[in-house]
């Protein structure tokens, strides 16, 4: 079964910052992972996505994800935070029904501290 | 404006009283789907639909029902809602052809089921 684990309900980072929130993954085959963020009070945005190829994966506002399939991680970056990054942050990966049927993770809260 | 709508955005209800969460979108999407968001299990997929008349069970459908007549609409019912029921909602669409797993979310549906 497909399934993905965000090992930290909570980070906490100085603005400025490098961020890393983390994902790790267990699939059959292939796996096609996602990242995606909530703000307060809204729906969840696509952020970026590992299909295939190269294993750095850039995406919105200025977010990139390292795909390493050794360590089954797709692990999300940020060299520098900011206060408006501030958000919930999940970790899905496709399920093998159906080319848009996701499998979030738990969620983690990031907190950036100006 | 591209979007998913969901209606109501706050629900409060009693026990055994059939409630009914609209969903449409604008956007000409075959795929719609319904999820529930839970402190500390992320989110978790109810039902989900490929295209008109098309309809198939997610991760948690018990108590729940849905049904799509039409494209742009994907309403879910609770027939019966029990306290458990109690959750944020969201419905998310997609081009059913895409591969790219980038769902387009709705702002989400908060039930209290007392």
């Known amino acids: 079964a497909q399934s993905v684990a965000q090992p930290e309900d909570q980070v906490n980072v100085a603005e400025g910052n490098p961020l890393t929130v983390k994902c790790t993954y267990s699939v059959s085959g292939n796996p096609y992972l996602f990242w995606y963020v909530q703000y307060p009070n809204r729906g969840l945005q696509f952020l970026l996505k590992?299909?295939?190829?190269?294993?750095l994966v850039k995406g919105s506002y200025g977010f990139e994800a390292e795909f390493n399939k050794s360590q089954t991680s797709f692990h999300l970056k940020k060299p520098s935070a900011l206060v408006s990054d501030s958000a919930l942050y999940f970790c899905?990966?496709?399920?093998?029904?159906?080319?848009?049927?996701?499998?979030f993770g738990t969620g983690t809260r990031l907190t950036v501290i100006p | 404006e591209a979007q998913v709508t969901q209606n109501p955005r706050y629900l409060i209800t009693v026990t055994g009283k059939k409630l009914t969460v609209t969903c449409s979108q604008n956007?000409?999407?075959?795929?719609m789907s319904w999820y529930r968001q839970d402190p500390g299990l992320g989110l978790r997929q109810i039902y989900y639909s490929m295209n008109v008349e098309v309809t198939d069970k997610g991760d948690v459908p018990e108590g729940y029902k849905v049904s799509r007549k039409e494209k742009r609409n994907f309403p879910l019912i609770l027939e019966s809602p029990s306290p458990n029921q109690t959750s944020l909602y969201f419905c998310?669409?997609?081009?059913?052809?895409?591969?790219?797993?980038?769902?387009?979310f709705g702002e989400g549906s908060r039930l209290t089921v007392l």
């Open positions: 590992y299909i295939t190829g190269d294993n």
């Open positions: 998310a669409s997609s081009f059913a052809g895409s591969n790219t797993g980038e769902l387009f």
């Open positions: 956007m000409n999407h075959e795929y």
């Open positions: 899905a990966v496709r399920g093998l029904t159906g080319a848009n049927n996701l499998f």
